[in-house]
């Protein structure tokens, strides 16, 4: 069975700093993984689909990753912002013909400035 | 285009009251879905539907029912609210050949 873990509950950095968030699955057969930003008592916003044949995505200053032998994704930020304060959620899609997305818990972001 | 909307924002039942919670979109997207979002658990696949008149279960359909009539609502019926189904709950759709799920606002709903 599919599981999607976010380690990471919440974290604080200062702004202008690069910072890393992690995925993890536990079956590497994917078709798909997304990271979803969620505004506080907002719906989710789609930020970068990286496909199983893929190893990156990039938009602007957001770029993930892929690494299905490992299990693993991460989202980078660089030169964060205070209003990339959010919670960051990844989710996988473990195969083409299923409507299924099986989504980590997230990890809640706060940007000081 | 509003995207996805929902309503109500929030709300408060009692145990063993009915309700709906109601999605629509004006996206003209065939797939739409149900889920619900607890502290600790992620987001769990309720109902979903892949056009008109098709609907099918996610992960966690029990005590739920659905239908789709048109394109563009998705209602989720609780037939007798129990405690365990207080949570926030977020309609999402999408195109069949799209990827990208647009999410609506939520409904916060509690239920004593």
């Known amino acids: 069975k599919q599981e999607v873990t976010q380690i990471l509950a919440a974290l604080s950095v200062p702004e202008g700093e690069n910072l890393v968030l992690n995925c993890s699955f536990t079956d590497s057969a994917i078709y798909n993984l997304q990271w979803f930003r969620q505004d506080p008592g907002k719906g989710l916003t789609s930020l970068l689909l990286i496909q199983s044949s893929q190893r990156e995505q990039t938009s602007g200053r957001l770029n993930a990753s892929l690494d299905k032998s490992s299990g693993r994704s991460t989202l980078y930020i660089a030169a964060s912002q205070p209003g990339d304060s959010a919670t960051y959620l990844c989710a996988v899609r473990p195969q083409r013909g299923t409507y299924k997305y099986i989504f980590g818990t997230g990890t809640r972001l706060k940007v000081l400035a | 285009n509003a995207g996805v909307t929902q309503t109500p924002k929030f709300q408060v039942l009692k145990t063993g009251q009915s309700m709906t919670l109601q999605c629509a979109q004006d996206m003209n997207h065939e797939y739409m879905s149900w889920y619900r979002q607890d502290p600790g658990m992620g987001l769990r696949l309720i109902h979903y539907?892949?056009?008109?008149?098709?609907?099918d279960q996610g992960e966690v359909p029990n005590g739920y029912n659905v239908s789709r009539s048109t394109t563009e609502d998705f209602p989720l019926r609780l037939l007798s609210a129990a405690p365990s189904q207080t949570s926030v709950y977020f309609c999402a759709s999408r195109l069949p050949s799209g990827e990208t799920q647009y999410f609506g606002p939520g409904t916060r709903l509690l239920v004593l």
């Open positions: 539907s892949v056009g008109a008149g098709i609907t």
